[in-house]
Each structure stands twice: as C-alpha cells, then as structure tokens.
C-alpha cells in the first residue's frame, strides 16, 4: 500500500506560482511512476504531469507545457510540480497519484494509476 499526501495548494493571483508537493509512504517510492491530475468543479478529472519513476522521463499535458514542471526526489520519497504564470483556468483540485506501469504511453490516463492521495485545492483569482 502506498499513502500519498499533497501539500501547497492555496489561493494565488493570475501570472503567479505556486509549487505543490505529494509525500509518499509505503512501499518503494522510486518504483512508482507519478502523476498529477486535476479536477474542476463540473468538469472531469484531467492528466497535467507525469514522471517516470527514475526521474529521466517527464510528460505533459499540452496546457500546462512550458510553464508546469514536474520532479521528484526519490530521497525524500516526494514528487513536486512546480506551477509557473498560473491561470484562472488552472483553478482545480490537485491530485497525486502513483503507477507501476512501465509503459509511459498510458501514463495520461487516470485508469492507469492504483494509489491516489486526497488531492489539494489551487485556486487562481483574477
């Protein structure tokens, strides 16, 4: 069993940052492969990040290319992403969520992932 744990999330104006953070506890962090999700009232949740579970490998969603960065410390067991020049759009629940799957082409897809953490609210005012 793996517990995840976000943290970061708050209330912040457009064209800020806000970095989140999924602390992990269990069994082997670094044979997970993360991801992070988000989920708007109304609208289905949706894949914004990815990481392999070496690090080497990184995968986006097209919305937040360029300007979300994804990492994780497998010394610390925690996966971050990093959220520059934020949108109201970007306005969501925030999910974590761990995967053992090898192949990073399923890594978008939120069917894929067996341990999800409890998520954390970002909000981005106008």
């Known amino acids: 069993q793996v517990r995840l744990v976000e943290s970061g999330g708050g209330l912040v104006q457009a064209g800020g940052s806000l970095r989140l953070s999924c602390a992990a506890s269990?069994?082997?962090?670094?044979?997970?492969?993360m991801g992070w999700f988000r989920q708007a009232p109304g609208k289905e949740r949706e894949f914004v990040a990815a990481?392999?579970?070496?690090?080497?490998?990184?995968y986006y969603a097209d919305s937040v290319k360029d300007r979300f960065t994804i990492s994780r410390d497998n010394a610390k067991d925690t996966v971050y992403v990093q959220m520059n020049s934020l949108k109201r759009e970007d306005t969501a629940v925030y999910y974590c969520?761990?995967?053992?799957?090898?192949?990073?082409?399923?890594?978008?897809?939120?069917?894929?992932?067996?341990?999800w953490g409890q998520g954390t609210q970002v909000t981005v005012s106008s």
């Open positions: 969520a761990g995967s053992r799957i090898r192949n990073s082409e399923r890594l978008s897809y939120s069917t894929e992932y067996g341990y």
């Open positions: 269990g069994r082997t962090f670094s044979s997970y492969a």
């Open positions: 990481i392999s579970a070496s690090g080497r490998s990184t």
